[in-house]
């Protein structure tokens, strides 16, 4: 396997679920390891992007959602929501954190044909 320097995650479950805070704390240690991370929001995972959503989210012993997504953001990541759920919640842009971006899948699948790693939660 090439190395490569970025990472591609891919999240479908919704702020209330373990997996969205692990998917963040993983996306965290890949900023701290070097890596240039991408999270893509799909399905109940768009939620996450709403301002919000994951404030009151805590999974122990994880830190809260909030401050995994903030530090996520404030430390280059890029957050992408998908576009047919974020159009299917009634989202629009104003409704989504600062820095979350509504995108299709294309950004994504550009990266990955460019040789970014991918986990998806």
């Known amino acids: 396997m090439a ?3 970025e990472l591609v995650v891919v999240m479908t479950h919704g702020p ?3 997996s969205a805070s692990v998917g963040f704390t993983i996306a965290n240690g890949a900023i701290t390891s070097g890596l240039r991370v991408c999270v893509f929001l799909t399905g109940d995972a768009v939620d996450i992007a709403r301002r919000g959503a994951a404030d009151a989210v805590q999974m122990h012993p994880l830190e809260p959602l909030k401050a995994l997504v903030d530090d996520f ?4 990541g890029t957050l992408w929501a998908c576009t047919p759920r974020v159009k299917a919640r009634g989202y629009a842009e104003g409704d989504l954190l600062a820095g ?3 995108t299709g899948a294309s950004p994504m699948h550009e990266r990955i044909k460019a040789g970014a790693a991918t986990l998806s939660f």
């Open 3 to 5: 190395a490569t320097d």
């Open 16 to 18: 209330q679920e373990e």
């Open 73 to 76: 953001l404030a430390r280059g």
């Open 100 to 102: 979350a971006e509504i």
